[in-house]
């Protein structure tokens, strides 16, 4: 297969959801939703135990056309913003569009707590005939024990646009502004957060030290602002949701968004402790490749090969679709399909968004992928990945709005996915063995920063939850966070004293918190599934295909169940750790 297209670094479009902020359209929305809202509370009166089905499943899919407006009003403020972080329009959009989602969920929000508060009977009977819609309602009684008055929900449905929602917003547009400047090849630079960060992946130990003293030097100095952030984001989540709607820990808030139970997450992260061992051993063996005694935290990226080796865009376009296309043509055609929408924002500028996400609006329409695209074989890692995820909502796209979403550790299964084909690609064309030698390293450096170096970060977080509700000073979380450093690198790496203030740096502990661990799950998972997939070849897909297109349908336990796969035993996950080891003893093996 070869790209049909020549694919070039561009903005994405957005004009599949709306023109610009002007579009007539886009403010008519505001105004069907809120008329459909209306008409909506219309059904309080007839919300009676003995409902009849087709009223009901009327009501849900009445329900289900106006968030799909709404989502596609949040989706064009968000994407705009992310493109722009800060362009003072976008910001305002997002706000504004945040406060109206608030005043929508109040209007409906009475069906959610009927349907909560319904009796069993009843709820199995209505279950029976919902159809595609079944386990969106069984995930919203989920919440019952949790859910508390209407008046209650409704204020707190408002607060959020001026408290989390404005501290994320607040978070994004004073980190997102920083540059940083740095001396490369002789001359100083004023580069981005992905930048310089694509330069502690060089072979030069020294520009490796700098680009995260700079990046450090940066943060640090606004550590105090971004750590009073982040503890009144964890102030207000303990309010909400341990001392208002009862939640034994912060972390079962998001085990419960992912129905997963609090042990599975807790034996994950047992297990991952037993094993960190792994990594530490993946250290020494690295450090002595690159000529050090110890590993530097400084040098946890670094190549073991001086490769200079560059993808232009669209060839790496090609080599990943060539991967997916490999596997599966199906795939390939998937992921094409984001390509040739334009939704695909690769360009590297100031003031967009850094890192890389995928985001799935509706059903209909394909995805849209943000990335920061510089060419080292990390970036095309990364396009695989994101693309990954796009690949994951399109097969799911036959499901509703409210069920085509995988939870969070799920969703992570075919990007994570996607990487791996990659790799195998590159691998199999690649002649040079210094190249095919860096390609294993990256593969061991990446499985670090998704598994261990995420756990860990999850580990930090019920940390820093308990210590904040016990009054903790910004500079006690930096402490704490070197101890978990410590913690996770034993005596196989230093720790530069400045790395206490990594933490400020990671935006999921503002905006989605207790998410991380859901890269480390969908890792470790893939893992797993790969190796069936080497086993049995074709005979594997059809299994792997059911739990893509499966979304946000089924439970996670019980999907994962029809694979033959228990995340509910220590054995799974360890399963995962001990392909993790064999694959540092096969690089101890090279010459």
């Known amino acids: 297969m070869t790209a049909q297209n020549t694919y070039t670094q561009a903005p994405w479009s957005l004009e599949d959801l709306f023109q610009g902020f002007d579009d007539p359209q886009y ?29 009901f499943i009327s009501i849900i899919t009445e329900y289900e056309l106006f968030y799909r407006l709404m989502s596609r009003l949040q989706g064009f403020a968000q994407l705009a913003f992310a493109a722009d972080t800060q362009d003072q329009g976008a910001q305002a959009q997002v706000a504004r569009v945040d406060q109206f989602q608030a005043e929508v969920s109040n209007l409906t929000l009475f069906f959610n707590l009927w349907w909560k508060a ?34 209650e929900e409704k204020i707190i449905n408002i607060k959020d646009v001026t408290g989390f929602n404005a501290l994320n917003m607040l978070y994004d547009s004073i980190t997102n502004r920083y540059t940083f400047k740095i001396e490369v090849d002789g001359e100083v630079k004023e580069l981005t957060r992905g930048e310089v960060t694509a330069l502690v992946r060089e072979s030069d130990p020294d520009l490796r030290a700098r680009a995260y003293q700079t990046l450090f030097e940066v943060y640090a100095g606004d550590a105090p602002i ?21 939640f034994k820990q912060p972390i079962s808030v998001r085990n419960l968004v992912n129905d997963l139970p609090d042990p599975v997450i807790e034996t994950l992260l047992e297990v991952t402790r037993q094993n960190a061992k792994h990594f530490q051993r993946f250290f020494r063996l690295k450090a002595k490749r690159i000529g050090m005694d110890v590993l530097r935290r400084y040098d946890i990226y670094a190549p073991v090969e001086k490769s200079d080796k560059r993808y232009a865009f669209n060839q790496a376009a090609e080599i990943v679709l060539e991967s997916f296309h490999e596997f599966d043509p199906k795939f390939a055609d998937l992921a094409k399909q984001i390509f040739d ?32 695209y510089q060419g080292k074989p990390d970036d095309v890692a990364t396009m695989a990945h994101e693309l990954g995820h796009g690949i994951h909502a399109l097969m799911a796209k036959d499901h509703t709005a409210l069920t085509q979403h995988a939870c969070l550790p799920l969703a992570e299964t075919a990007s994570t996915f996607g990487e791996m084909m990659l790799i195998d690609k590159l691998l199999a064309q690649e002649s040079d063995q210094a190249v095919r030698r860096d390609l294993l390293f990256r593969q061991m450096d990446d499985a670090f920063a998704t598994i261990l170096r995420q756990n860990y970060f999850s580990m930090f977080e019920q940390t820093a939850h308990e210590m904040i509700a016990q009054g903790a000073q910004v500079k006690d979380l930096a402490e704490a966070y070197m101890d978990n450093l410590k913690s996770e690198f034993g005596d196989s790496v230093d720790i530069a004293d400045e790395f206490r203030w990594e933490w400020v740096m ?25 190796k069936q997939y080497q086993a049995e070849g074709a005979a594997f897909k059809p299994r792997y295909m059911d739990i893509l297109a499966a979304g946000g349908s089924v439970a996670p336990v019980e999907l994962l169940g029809r694979a033959g796969i228990d995340v509910t035993r220590a054995e799974f996950w360890q399963g995962g750790f001990d392909v993790i080891g064999e694959m540092v003893t096969a690089l101890e093996a090279l010459e």
């Open 27 to 55: 403010e008519a929305a505001f105004d069907v939703i809120r008329k459909g809202a209306e008409k909506f509370q219309g059904y309080r009166e007839q919300l009676v135990p003995d409902i009849s089905e087709d009223l």
């Open 118 to 151: 319904l009796d069993d009977d009843n709820a199995a009977r209505l279950l029976q005939a919902s159809g595609d819609f079944r386990y969106w309602l069984v995930s919203m009684r989920n919440f019952k024990d949790y859910t508390l008055t209407e008046p």
């Open 226 to 246: 971004l750590g009073q952030i982040y503890q009144a984001i964890a102030r207000d989540w303990r309010n909400e949701n341990l001392d208002l709607r009862g």
């Open 341 to 372: 929408a334009s939704h695909i924002d690769s360009e590297v500028r100031k003031g967009k968004m850094s890192g890389a996400f995928c985001a799935t609006i509706t059903p209909d329409l394909s995805p849209w992928v943000l990335l920061n």
């Open 506 to 530: 990671i935006p999921h502990f503002y905006g989605v918190p207790f998410y991380v661990y859901a890269y480390a799950f969908g890792q470790l998972l893939v893992l797993s599934l790969y």
